[in-house]
């Protein structure tokens, strides 16, 4: 449900642009009137299929949306905070995890989500279980053997030019005549309709279904519905689709005038008109279409016969919208210009260097740089942001400031974080510049000499279900929360409890820690205390324990040696090279560690220690650039002489 919640922006801008789409093909439809036939009237309805299907296109300086602008389709909660190298914030360049705030502010979206979820299902479910019913109907029908009836369908075959195999059923199931299914097709006709229509009515009804099978309707059909299910709260998708069924219907009656004899146009009305008074409604499905699909339209398909002409005509007219439509509505808008790229090595005075300042606004009070850090979705070289985030305590509030190569766009992207205030922009001297640079990143809290009075707290965890850390970087490898942020202070310890392995952070806010570990499933948060003085520093000294002794491996734990080497155009030369492809660390993902390299003729291959073979060959197994050659569990002597090993290079 994330990953739909992700990318419900993406289906709204797609919504939208057919819906703008379905606009102008009612539009042309009733300017151009009978100037266009109704094979071009149904092409016109083919591009908003397009539109509802293709979430991406190329973009154009003749798209219609460089002018109606549809909002993007990238939620902004997915960016990261990426300070600059230069900074000294306390802060990991990893993603955040969302504060309980952030995430009750998209309550109403997840909200929304369920809805069109509940949506889709229905109607999917809906339509699905209507067509499996009616399905089951047909299971033990038999195809018609009638002699003359199935000679005159080859011959309307042959005249429509289809091939594929066409079973003639005679059923209760229908009331007027109806096709159905596109794999193996089956022309269902009422019961009767054999012993009252003469055989020129019969013809015309076959040229008909005929002429959807030619058309290739019912796979459209279906596409329709899995766009409808997709596209279900919109009503202008479903007004298309009842206009398209419509013209679909008049494009199989002038299909099928096409192939009768010249001046049967009446004859051929006569039987829709006798098919209308003599028999029902037809029966709804994904997978069907008949020649009665819409009596409401009865009228206009009727002045359509009368006056059709085999003679094409409206051909330029049809071909210059389709193409003007296509490339002003299937195509996106030009990305925006971008920006100016950002100034390499250090920032130069002379160039134009700019501090952007800024303070929380609202119920936002951050205490450290990477509180205030948590909020802003700004990366260095971007939005005109050189970097060098600097924080400054004014009274009892934490103020920001950035520098930027160009002011406006850095100050136009914080605008959009809802708790900042930008207060000023300045362009620095070389001297202020060298000022700025040296200046410290301040903080309420001083995280390496914490003082108790300030109230400081241990949030205490445990792992839940199949979790079973072992180490101290299995438990890490779970939190994505970082010193700093979340109310979290840092200091993470591990104790051992029996088997297991328990955790700890401090933290200056503990109900915001609490809430964004109680986001991580494979964690539970046991115990939440105040510390005093005293206990802050025996805690500080308290070491990390872990399951491993990685200092003396032991191998009748388990201790298994995973080897393997470079794949494709990897040729690394140093142990050096080979590491920089793998980032997979000691303790985590079942690694105790003990690299080491071997050569092999020109190759250099490579192997890991591993507590659990099976975790650390999955991750290994992800790296494209290498590849795995055995897995073997050593014996403590094995072990004594892995460990003894060298490293080796070419």
């Known amino acids: 449900m994330s990953e739909i919640f992700a990318r419900l922006p993406l289906l709204l801008k797609m919504s939208g642009e057919a819906s703008i789409l379905i606009l102008l093909v009612l539009a042309a439809q009733w300017l151009c009137g009978q100037r266009l036939n109704p094979r071009w009237r149904h092409a016109l309805w083919l591009l908003v299929i397009l539109r509802l299907a293709l979430p991406w296109s190329i973009h154009s300086p003749a798209s219609l949306f460089n002018v109606v602008k549809i909002p993007a389709a990238a939620p902004s909660e997915q960016a990261e905070a990426m300070p600059d190298e230069t900074t000294s914030a306390p802060v990991e360049t990893a993603q955040p995890a969302a504060t309980a705030g952030r995430a009750a502010g998209h309550d109403w979206r997840r909200w929304l989500v369920w809805v069109w979820a509940a949506g889709a299902v229905s109607l999917a479910g809906g339509a699905l279980a209507c067509q499996y019913r009616f399905n089951r109907r047909l299971r033990r029908l038999r195809p018609l053997t009638d002699g003359p009836t199935l000679d005159l369908f080859e011959d309307c075959k042959a005249l429509m030019g289809v091939s594929t195999p066409v079973w003639l059923v005679e059923t209760e199931a229908v009331e007027s005549p109806t096709l159905c299914g596109f794999v193996r097709p089956r022309l269902l006709l009422p019961a009767g309709l054999l012993s009252t229509f003469t055989r020129a009515e019969l013809r015309h009804v076959f040229l008909h279904e005929l002429a959807h099978i030619k058309r290739q309707d019912i796979l459209t059909g279906w596409v ?84 059709f002409h085999k003679t094409e005509r409206g051909v330029a007219l049809a071909v210059l919208l389709l193409a003007g439509l296509a490339l002003a509505t299937l195509t996106d808008a030009q990305s925006p210009t971008p920006p100016r790229p950002a100034p390499t090595g250090e920032p130069d005075a002379a160039k134009g260097v700019w501090v952007v300042r800024f303070e929380p606004v609202g119920d936002f009070s951050p205490k450290t740089p990477g509180d205030l850090l948590s909020r802003i979705h700004v990366n260095s070289g971007h939005n005109g942001m050189i970097g060098y985030f600097r924080t400054t305590k004014q009274g009892d509030k934490l103020a920001g400031s950035f520098l930027a190569y160009d002011p406006d766009q850095l100050q136009a992207a914080l605008a959009k974080v809802p708790s900042l205030k930008v207060t000023a922009v300045e362009k620095l001297t070389p001297d202020q510049l060298a000022e700025y640079e040296k200046s410290p990143q301040e903080s309420f809290l001083d995280i390496k000499h914490l003082d108790a009075s300030q109230g400081v707290w241990v949030v205490r965890l445990e792992p839940v279900g199949d979790f079973a850390p072992k180490t101290p970087g299995d438990f890490l490898s779970r939190v994505h929360v970082y010193s700093g942020q979340g109310g979290m202070i840092g200091y993470f310890r591990t104790t051992k409890q029996g088997d297991k392995l328990m955790g700890s952070f401090l933290a200056y806010d503990p109900d915001q820690l609490q809430a964004a570990l109680a986001k991580v499933p494979s964690l539970k948060v046991t115990a939440v205390e105040k510390l005093t003085q005293d206990q802050i520093a025996d805690y500080e000294k308290s070491p990390q324990e872990s399951l491993l002794n990685f200092d003396h491996l032991d191998a009748s734990q388990g201790v298994w040696v995973i080897r393997f080497e470079p794949a494709g155009d990897f040729a690394p030369k140093t142990p050096g090279d080979f590491l920089s492809k793998i980032q997979v660390y000691s303790g985590q993902s079942g690694m105790l560690g003990y690299f080491r390299t071997t050569k092999q003729g020109n190759k250099l291959v490579g192997s890991f ?10 991750a290994l197994g992800k790296i494209p650039s290498l590849k795995i050659t055995a897995v073997e569990k050593l014996t403590q002597e094995q072990l004594a002489d892995y460990e003894k090993s060298p490293q080796e290079s070419l």
């Open 609 to 618: 220690l591993a507590y659990d073979a099976d975790q650390l060959k999955a």
């Open 224 to 307: 329709m519905l899995a766009l409808q299910v997709v596209h279900w709260f919109n009503p202008l998708v479903w007004l298309a689709f009842y206009r398209l069924r419509t013209n679909r219907e008049l494009a199989c009656d002038a299909l099928a005038l096409a192939r009768v004899r010249t001046g049967e146009n009446e004859a051929y009305g006569l039987t829709i008109v006798k098919l209308l008074e003599r028999f029902g409604q037809p029966v709804w499905g994904p997978g069907l279409a008949g020649i009665l699909e819409n009596k409401q339209q009865m009228k206009e398909r009727i002045i359509m016969i009368a006056k």
